[in-house]
């Protein structure tokens, strides 16, 4: 008998573990693949700004997965325009930054016209928006108040963000099937949380709360300097002990028992462009 040399050897045990990589790797892509076209076939809404557009900013409800919907879902949206008080203490040598968000609301008046794609996935609705609410994403274009003096070692500053944050509630069903299901959301162009029941009360309750902060859009002017300009002149009232009861101080949530932790979750979701050493 012909004993098998060195090279048979090896060829002996490679073919098996080669053929095991390949069953191996063959699994993994099919469940790559299968977990892709569960993921298409989920509905998944999100909204998409587009405010760049001087003459008609925008924003659009899409459905981003493949599986068709009855109908365009019945939904409503709460718009906000996002703005923080952002606080600087002196500490030593060392400059300590932290901030409060305030959200303030504008009208579902404000809203052009509404244009239905009649298609129940990718883009389902564009809401068309005054040419006031145009903004450019970025540093360059974030209102930047002035630096307000608190106390000796503590100042604040308004800061405005050219973004709208919008939460958007409803129900859908899929087609074929009679069972409506919920969507409650937060989107920014930065990023997208779901919303529970809980949150979804509390950040209705602060826009109540908060409706004499409803931005009214003057002519020529951009909403997010009317927001600043807004916020900047109810804080100076705090400063200089200029109001008369507690709920002056509601709009940098200032009330008892608060509002939950949605306003830190939204604070969150656009902490990625404070300008804080400005």
């Known amino acids: 008998m012909k004993k098998d040399t060195k090279k048979d050897i090896i060829l002996q045990w490679c073919v098996p573990i080669i053929s095991l990589l390949v069953a ?54 709460f718009t906000m325009i996002p703005t923080k008080v952002l606080y600087t203490m002196q500490v030593a040598k060392k400059k300590e930054t932290y901030s409060t968000l305030v959200l303030l609301p504008f009208s579902y008046q404000n809203i052009l016209k509404q244009v239905n794609t009649f298609k129940t996935t990718g883009e389902l609705e564009t809401s068309y928006l005054p040419s006031n609410f145009f903004g450019k994403l970025g540093a360059r274009d974030t209102v930047i108040g002035k630096s307000l003096k608190l106390t000796k070692n503590l100042s604040a500053r308004v800061i405005t963000y050219p973004m709208l944050i919008i939460y958007c509630e409803g129900k859908y069903r899929f087609s074929g099937d009679n069972n409506f299901k919920e969507i409650r959301f937060l989107s920014t162009p930065l990023d997208k949380i779901d919303v529970d029941k809980f949150s979804s009360k509390n950040l209705k309750n602060y826009i109540k709360d908060n409706v004499n902060m409803e931005i009214q859009p003057k002519k020529g002017e951009s909403v997010y300097l009317t927001a600043n ?50």
């Open 229 to 278: 300009q807004l916020v900047e002149k109810k804080l100076e009232k705090l400063i200089t002990h200029k109001v008369h009861k507690n709920s002056d101080a509601y709009f940098i949530g200032g009330k008892k028992g608060g509002y939950g932790l949605i306003l830190k979750k939204i604070n969150k979701m656009i902490s990625p462009i404070d300008p804080l050493n400005n």
């Open 24 to 77: 191996c790797a063959s699994l993994i892509y099919t469940k790559r693949v299968d977990d892709r076209v569960r993921y298409d076939q989920t509905p998944s809404f999100n909204i998409i700004q587009n405010l760049w557009n001087p003459d008609h900013p925008s924003f659009t409800l899409v459905n981003e997965s493949t599986k068709k919907l009855a109908q365009i879902p019945y939904h409503t949206y």
